[in-house]
């Protein structure tokens, strides 16, 4: 009874806690521009069931795709056993799903197999980024919170499946010895390896090691679950929408700015103010310089950001040794949008927003040194658009802050004198014809 009613309790302010932190992040993403993604709705399922379910962009580079797979496949089925185990907590029954048999189990081994995929995959992993020091864990932007985040997911997860597979290897030694209270499942294949380990324990150490296991498996999984909404890992839950959302359009394809057509529509028109909405309206910004000048698909896009690293280790300007490197400008961005969120929360009716922006923290060195190639958006395993960031970035230098390379002023300016970039005069230009 004390138990059902602790583990209630518990699971109560996990849930709570969880939703809370949800409703945060849903309201910081709306903190971006409105924005209206519904066309073609059967490409957007085909496409995140390829991208975000069937892990196609993972695959391309095959030991991390097949790995990371492992690692989903194996964390999702795991956790379809955590449906029994919150019953069980509930009702304080013992392995409720027991009566399906020969199916409960070929379920639990199943389980085993992939809690020890996850637990290799996650050793991998650890090694990488660890040992083998892969060059793109270990970028500027990759300081010690990212790193420490990366290695605390890893390492939970191997101690979860390590209790499941305990908890299980106890289970499997109680009811050997007819333990009242464990019915009888089957064998437990995997996790029987580890049975050496418990034997000669009396029954009582035997039941402390399986409700041990239990209780810290339930528990983990829960902190867990809130933990990742403060992570890099929220992605296991933001890669399915990010990728239903994400641009449909050609890569390159550059949106024409609204605001420009609307000024040019007021230049030409004969009477520019006949319409009084305009007069009144707010004075049009160019490009963005902060979070709400930016669609919520961009919020989104930086909360989903797995920090992979792959946009980075693909990036021409990257690897030439410049400044930029793309996976940055989304934590950035996310970065902004949990502080303003956090001031928001603070000072509640009475916020004011501060007078910084994100070109505090993205320098207009990064902003500059893009090709615009999409190599990073063409590997992005969440569909990311790095380079509407980076236009609407540059937007804001050139056409608010009239701030642009030396380059690109010779080229304005010619644009603007000459009609074409080139430093000719328009009547010179059929002289080439005269020869
Ligand atoms: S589009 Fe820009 S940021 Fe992306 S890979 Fe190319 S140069 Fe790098
Ligand atoms: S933007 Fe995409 S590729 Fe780059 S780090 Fe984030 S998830 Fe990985």
């Known amino acids: 009874m004390i138990s059902s009613v602790l583990f209630i309790v518990f699971f109560a302010m996990a849930i709570t806690f969880f939703v809370k932190r949800i ?25 995140m069931f390829r991208v975000a379910i069937g892990q196609s962009k993972m695959v391309k580079r095959p030991l ?14 795991v956790n379809i056993e955590m449906l029994e185990i919150i019953l069980d907590g ?3 029954s013992h392995r409720l799903f027991s009566f399906m048999g020969g199916f409960y189990s070929f379920l639990i081994n199943s389980f085993e197999f992939f809690a020890l995929s996850v637990i290799i995959a996650c050793f991998v992993f650890l090694l990488r980024r660890n040992v083998v020091k892969l060059p793109r864990f270990h970028s500027a932007e990759m ?26 290897a106890a289970d499997s030694l109680l009811q050997e010895i007819g333990s009242a209270h464990y019915a009888q499942t089957g064998t437990f294949i995997i996790s029987s390896l580890l049975k050496p380990l418990f034997a000669g324990f009396s029954e009582s150490t035997l039941i402390f090691i399986e409700r041990g296991a239990w209780w810290f498996h339930i528990i983990g999984v829960l902190i867990f679950m809130n933990y990742v909404t403060y992570s890099k890992h929220l992605h296991i839950f933001l890669a ?30 004969p009477n520019p103010y006949s319409n009084s909405s305009s007069e009144n309206e707010e004075p049009v910004k160019f490009g963005a310089s902060d979070i709400s000048d930016f669609s ?26 410049k400044k930029l490197s793309p996976r940055k400008l989304f934590m950035d961005i996310r970065d902004r949008s949990e502080s303003i969120g956090n001031a928001m929360d603070l000072q509640k009716a009475n916020f004011q927003p501060d007078d910084k922006n994100l070109l505090n923290l993205i320098t207009p060195e990064e902003v500059w040194a893009c090709t615009t190639c999409n190599a990073c958006a063409e590997v992005c395993p969440v569909n990311i658009n790095h380079t509407e960031v980076i236009f609407s970035l540059r937007r804001f230098l050139v056409m608010e802050q009239s701030s642009a390379p030396a380059a690109l002023n010779m080229c304005f300016k010619n644009i603007e004198n000459n009609g074409a970039p080139w430093q000719f005069s328009p009547e010179d230009r059929l002289l080439w014809t005269e020869e």
């Open 240 to 269: 399915f929408p990010n990728v239903y959302f994400s641009k449909l359009k050609a890569k390159g394809y550059l949106p024409n700015m609204e605001s420009v057509r609307k000024e040019v529509e007021l230049m030409l028109s």
């Open 90 to 92: 509930v009702f304080n």
């Open 143 to 168: 300081t010690k919170g990212p790193k420490s985040d990366a290695n605390a997911i890893l390492l939970t997860e191997i101690a979860l499946m390590t209790a499941f597979l305990s908890m299980n």
């Open 296 to 321: 919520w698909k961009t919020l989104l896009d930086a909360y989903t950001c797995t920090e992979c690293g792959r946009c980075t280790s693909v990036c021409p300007a990257n690897i030439t040794g």
């Open 64 to 77: 991390a795709g097949i790995l990371h797979i492992f690692i989903y496949v194996g964390f999702l089925l």
């Open 23 to 47: 409703l945060y992040i849903k309201r910081n993403i709306l903190l971006g521009k409105k924005e209206t993604i519904n066309n073609q709705p059967a490409e957007r399922w085909k496409m």
